[in-house]
């Protein structure tokens, strides 16, 4: 049985709200947590698999050519080599999200320095990675697009991207203030805990991976498509993600070549990428240029918005870092432009790293924002609270939901932002300058179509997904769905997830996943509350449903009881619709933090940090705030220190290991706080909950470099904010 | 990897003899030896494992040091009471470095060897005079954020990672080596490193099959003791810039000067010219500038380093006006 919903019409009623178990919107832990920190819950390269054997791939060290011929024979003579792969099935790199096909394929056209050329299969693994080096690949190199800024490569302008609203010319000539500048972002790699790893294993002409991935529908339909074979074919499992971070949105090299390869070799093959591959073939988020162009009039009121992007993208794919996603409706102004470029070029394939966009889009319109306070002479959060439209300022609809003004004014509060000294360099601890800095957070939310199985028996509640938990706590919050609709206590719902058997969803990315299919869970359990209610011949509103009984008026029925050796079983399917299309969409919050500069050696530490959000419905205070965390945390990183470092000659990323790309560590991350705001949007999902994963990084590298120049003075315009770009004007 | 074979030695004859055979090399800790293993930059026959040896202590020496173990690992002697008193900077240098995991795992005669971190040293397609001589040097030209500012040379532009070794050349240290025959020698480190000229593959003056056994530190020396060190992220990153500093102020002058730097050069770098711009003088911000013109008289950017020489001048001026502070 199905129960089925199109999100229409916005739904106000709020059940969750009126039930009775008391869990959603609990901080409970994590359900799978215990097997994670005891090392038991089992990650795609852990399966004990009879007859394992294991493969290493091998890599481009040029930047742009063909291959001309691999001499094989070595190395398959060496010992325990099973067999030397270079399948034209072999991807050139990983699909991007929902593509639900295979990416670019065939391993001799090379297109950047890492691409994966062949493989090689041994006994084991340290074999098979000792033969790797031993693979003697001849190339022809030719002449490779290195520069992304370069004025001679052709810049492309995909239609739908571009917004030319007023004259922003005649804006910027006739405005009080102004700022027109330009910014740079830096690559950035996901760097999830857990590397891509995949085991590939056939029986007859089905076929079964173990792999790490975000998006198992699309993942099924990327690999079998890759393979050419049916898609029926294909099971892929994966219950736990060490972390996805947007680079295992789509199918990538490791379980393509291991199926291959298993195929090839008539047993199963476990192939994992080194942190070194991980770096050089997975999704990169690309660099950026961004000319910001803000008019304002004297009240600090804009008239004119300009955010001109210029990312780059390998030639052949069409996702491109969508850097003004939320300067389209973030603030009010007549005039705008917004034009968004790209270049090709020979580098690791671009695609969605952690809030692919708004991470350096937000970041960069709210440092200018910032020096348009500085220059106006307006409070920062002030001049932000200002510029709130009404409606969405370039298509005139109405917003789901805005919460930008309660986000700002409660941090304000919570940061006592009042006690800023505007002046830079007022405040020294020894010799330390300190300062504060803020901007505002905003992603855009979505809802996607996703199905849930939940079955209701005398043990208890089941719930089945091929939903993936990447970290997130989807195990915990899809089953705080259930337990509440259903009332029945947390440790009687068992959750089941990653396994493409199981009813498709959309998958973790783009922060839809937690509310989309909890809004299948939450559909399918309205059913299970109508079929309770007509056993009772009760109303379904007249139903209570609590600690595992059933109550109308003064009668409790134990739901075991009631159902007997008859499971209640239904599929919950939502499906977006119109509320998708008739409002704006969107989470935001605010970021305040608090920084000290060396004034010797222009080190930054970053002293405290707030983020404020508001995402709807907050399903698991615990999770959310979690998440928030961790955006924060990738915050500071992004302002601070991480870069991917391009070899000027070939374009390879140089720095592709966890030492040298500098992801923030312990001793860089203070003591952080989130404030949660409460919130229900009845547009975005019929349990009025929102995506908050990447909201948490969406801004929030700009409140850092922000409290830098309040600190010290110096105006950083190139990310990350590293001490030699202070240095040299401090 | 590579294959190779394994032997671990319970006795000081046995591990030189073992060591001296073509394509060996020790294993300490393994922190530095192992990485480089599996990427297949270091590509030893054999292994030879010095963990059975008798060389895990500190002990005082007649002349009122200190005499440190090979074995002695990172942790321990950053914790060492003895050293904690005498000798802070060099538990502060330890501190600042690597991770606390690392640190248990180091160890003294490792983090002394431990190679440079070089971005294209570690690729083994990347041409390399270290790794390859005569292959040429990619990082001229390339990514040298890591890079030296002084006393490199056309072949070789990399820095020596280390903190701790800083910290010794500061506090005069001497390496104690034992050679095949049995033969101990005692080498100051300011001769131990080599500079790279046009051979960046000989990093130190250790012949096949020396052992260092120890590090010997003299009698503190009065003063106060400074390890700065500055890096792209607050932990687990290697310097920049370092400074260590011994500067001892007796009646308003300076005394006892001793200035390293690391992050800098292919080796802890010091300059005993240099030092006697200070000595005997009343410190004061124009002394301490004169001083760092010394020091950077030489120095060169390769451009993506081009910012060390600044922060070094600046680093270096900060830590000389801290630890004369109470006299001035
Ligand atoms: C991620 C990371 C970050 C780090 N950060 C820092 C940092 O910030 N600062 C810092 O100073 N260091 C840092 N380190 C380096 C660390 O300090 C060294 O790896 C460690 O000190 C090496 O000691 P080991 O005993 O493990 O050496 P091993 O790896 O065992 O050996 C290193 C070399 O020394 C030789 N060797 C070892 N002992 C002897 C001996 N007694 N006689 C002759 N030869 C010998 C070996 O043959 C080998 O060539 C970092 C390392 C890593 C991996
Ligand atoms: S600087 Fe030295 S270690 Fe680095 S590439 Fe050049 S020769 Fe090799």
Known sequence: MTAYLKMDEPDRRNRLDSMAQGVIGQPLDRMEGPLKVSGTARYAHEWPVERLCHAVLVRSTIARGHVVRIDRSPVEAMDGVLAVIDDDRLLRNPAQGTAGKAPVQGPREIFYVGQPLALVVAES?????????????????????????????????????????????????????????????????????????????????????????????????????????????????????????????????????????????????????????????????????????????????LTGLGHEALVSQLPGETFSEPVAQATHFLYAAENREIIHEIVRLNRTCAGSVRAPGEAIGMTVLETAMDELAVKAGIDPVALRKRNIPDK????????????????????????????????????????????????????????????????????GVRIETDMTDIGTGTYTVLAQIAGEMLGVPMDRITTVLGDTDLPPGPGSGGSWGASSTGSAVYVACEEIRARIARKLGCRAEDLTLKDGHAITGNRSTALGELIGDAPISVRGVVEPGGTSKKVRQSTYGAFFAEVAVNDVTAEVRVRRMLGVFAAGRILNAKTARSQCLGGMTFGIGMALTEELIHDPRDGSIVNRDLAEYHLPVNADVPQLEVELLEERDPWASPIQAKGIGELGISGAAACINNAVFNACGVRVRSYPVTLDKILAEL | MRPFDYVRPSGMPEATREASRAGSAFIAGGTNLLDLMKLEVMA????????????????????????????????????????????????????????????????????????TRCYYFYDTSAPCNKREPGSGCSAIGGATRLHAILGASEHC????????????????????????????????????????????????????????????????????????????????????????????????????????????????????????????????????????????????????????????????????????????
């Open chain 2, 157 to 328: 532009i990399a820095t020596h990672p280390s903190d701790m070794a800083v910290a010794m050349q500061a506090l005069d240290a001497a390496v104690e080596i034992e050679n095949v025959e049995g033969q101990t020698r005692s080498v100051p480190l300011s001769d131990f490193y080599r500079l790279p000229g046009d051979t960046p593959q000989v990093e130190t003056v250790l012949g096949s099959g020396d052992l260092i056994t120890a590090v010997v530190l003299p009698a503190p020396v009065k003063g106060s003791q400074i390890y700065r060190k500055v890096r792209d992220r607050a932990s687990y990153a290697f310097a920049l810039v370092s400074v260590a500093a011994v500067v001892g102020v007796e009646d308003g002058t300076i005394g006892s000067v001793a200035l390293a730097f690391g992050g800098v050069a292919p080796r802890p770098w010091r300059d005993h010219e240099a030092e006697r711009i200070l000595a005997g003088e009343r410190p004061s911000d124009e002394l301490f500038a004169r001083f760092a013109d010394e020091i950077l008289r030489e120095a060169r950017g390769q451009g993506g380093n081009d910012f060390k020489i600044p922060l070094l001048r600046r680093t270096l001026i900060a830590t000389l006006q801290s630890a004369t502070d109470e006299s001035r």
């Open chain 1, 392 to 459: 969405d300022p370039e298509d005139q609809r109405p917003f789901s939901s805005h919460m930008l003004d309660q986000a700002l004014d409660r941090g304000a509060e919570l940061f006592d932002w009042q006690r800023r000294r505007p002046e830079p360099r007022s405040t020294r601890r020894g010799e330390w300058l300190i300062g504060l800095g803020m901007s505002s957070a905003a992603r855009v939310n979505s809802l996607m179509q996703a199905e849930s199985r939940v079955t209701l028996g005398g043990e």
């Open chain 2, 44 to 115: 030893p026959d054999r292994l030879v494992d010095i963990n059975r040896l008798d060389m895990g202590e500190c002990s005082a020496t007649p002349a009122g040091g200190l005499r440190i173990g090979a074995l002695v690992t990172n942790s321990d002697l950053a914790a060492d009471e003895h050293v904690r008193r005498d000798y802070p900077l060099l538990s502060r240098a330890l501190l600042a470095g690597a991770s606390g995991q690392l640190r248990n795992k180091a160890t003294t005669g490792g983090n002394l060897l431990q190679r």
């Open chain 1, 125 to 301: 693994f340290e074999q098979a990675r000792h033969a790797a080096t031993q693979l003697r690949i001849e190339t022809m190199a030719t002449e490779a697009v290195l520069d992304p800024e370069s004025e001679s490569t052709d810049r492309e302008r995909p239609e739908g991207k571009q917004t030319s609203q007023g004259d922003l010319d005649r804006a910027m000539a006739e405005a009080s203030h102004s700022i027109d500048a330009v910014y740079h972002t830096p690559g950035h790699s996901s760097a999830a805990m857990e590397p891509h790893a995949a085991i590939a294993q056939w029986d007859g002409d089905d076929l079964t991976v173990h792999a790490s991935c975000q998006m198992l529908k699309y993942n099924q339909e990327e690999l079998a498509d890759a393979l050419g074979i049916d898609a029926g074919r294909v099971r892929i499992v994966s219950p736990y993600v060490g972390g996805g971070f947007g680079s295992k949105l789509g199918i990538a090299h490791d379980a393509v070549a291991a199926a291959i390869a298993a195929r090839a070799v008539g047993r199963p093959v476990a192939l994992a990428l080194s942190r070194r591959q991980v770096f050089e073939t997975t999704m990169r988020r690309s660099e950026s240029r961004q000319r910001i162009r803000l008019a304002a009039d004297a009240d600090g009121l």
